[in-house]
Nanobody, 108 residues
């Protein structure tokens, strides 16, 4: 069974930072490509592009805990969405899996 559990969402003020986590199985963490997506009501789900050089969206991993993190800096109201982690396990003959999502609401 594939485990993808997003944690860390909430209601925050614009200009602050937030760290979301995606807990998964050890095998999923090692075999699958895990990425963050987000969805605003009424809009299509979109991939969250992370910048390895820094910037507003950065990702990090904890190998020992099979957890992926998404750091969002300088939040603005446009970041209000449900954030999902998704696992693409096609390279090992499995499918695509989604977590249940975590709501992030940014207010001024």
């Amino acid at each position: 069974q594939v485990k993808l559990v997003e944690l860390g969402g909430g209601s925050v003020r614009a200009g602050t930072s937030l760290k979301l986590s995606c807990e998964t199985n050890e095998n999923v963490f090692g075999w699958c490509r895990i990425q963050w997506h987000r969805q605003v009501p009424g809009k299509e789900r979109e991939l969250v592009s992370v910048d390895v050089r820094g910037g507003r969206f950065t990702a990090s991993r904890n190998e020992a805990e099979s957890t992926l993190y998404l750091n969002i800096n300088n939040l603005n109201t446009d970041d209000t969405a449900v954030y999902y982690c998704a696992a693409d396990c096609s390279r090992v003959g499995l499918g695509h899996y989604w977590g249940q999502g975590t709501q992030v609401t940014v207010s001024t």
